[in-house]
């Protein structure tokens, strides 16, 4: 059972356009929602990341925005530029128990190309 | 500085063999996972430990077994592969939940049985 839905599964745009890439969640206890960069033959490394009291947060050229009541959450990079080409995934975690480790729930990822 | 070692790289295993993934990280971090990634899957947790001493199932655990052996290394062991575990593994750490920082992979382990 996928709990964290994303889309698309490729994304193809020109230099400097806003690709926007989407996330759906089930589980209302979801109380972080992350947005994690992979590079070829590398792993995975946070972006950006979110909680759920705010509907937007900005780094850089990077936004994530929120909706709760329709548990979506979605990332947007402005200007995007050839060397943002690579995979994104979109997270979301609960804490299951105070001071334990979280467990992080992914999307199915997005392979995002940026032509020059 | 070094992050999250994991090796090794690459590896092919014959049905039935077994193999220990190793991980080790140089941050004092006190939670370390295991995850698998297959195409059009994204990640999907194998195991985790909050701290040294405990560890914990995943949401795909079956097939595995793993190691907290102190808090620095966490193994991953295979003790029959099956052609259904290629995929390429990713052990993670975090400054506790992770929440302010996030998790710092490692670059992976391919694995092939055949």
């Known amino acids: 059972q996928q709990q964290v839905k994303q889309s698309p599964q490729s994304l193809i745009v020109q230099k400097g356009g806003i690709p926007i890439i989407n996330c759906a969640y089930e589980n209302t206890a979801f109380d972080y929602f992350p947005w994690y960069q992979q590079f070829p033959g590398k792993g995975p490394a946070l972006l950006i990341a979110i909680r759920p009291d705010v509907s937007e947060k900005k780094e850089g050229r990077f936004t994530i925005s929120f909706n709760k009541s329709a548990k979506q959450f979605s990332l947007h990079i402005m200007d995007s530029q050839p060397g943002d080409s690579a995979t994104y995934f979109c997270a979301a975690s609960i804490r299951r128990v105070v001071g334990s480790a979280r467990q992080l729930t992914f999307g199915s990822g997005t392979q995002l190309t940026v032509l020059p | 500085n070094a992050g999250v070692t994991q090796t090794p790289k690459f590896q092919v295993l014959k049905t039935g063999q077994s193999m220990t993934l190793q991980c080790a990280q140089d941050m004092n971090h006190n939670s370390m996972y295991w995850y698998r990634q297959d195409p059009g899957m994204g990640l999907r947790l194998i195991y985790y430990?909050?701290?040294?001493?405990?560890?914990d199932k995943g949401e795909v655990p079956n097939g595995y077994n793993v190691s907290r052996l102190n808090k620095r290394e966490f193994s991953l062991r295979l003790e029959s592969a099956a052609p259904s575990q290629t995929s390429v593994y990713f052990c993670?750490?975090?400054?506790?939940?992770?929440?302010?920082?996030?998790?710092?992979f490692g670059s992976g382990t391919r694995l092939t049985v055949v």
């Open positions: 430990s909050a701290s040294e001493g405990t560890t």
């Open positions: 993670a750490s975090s400054e506790g939940s992770g929440l302010r920082y996030g998790y710092t």
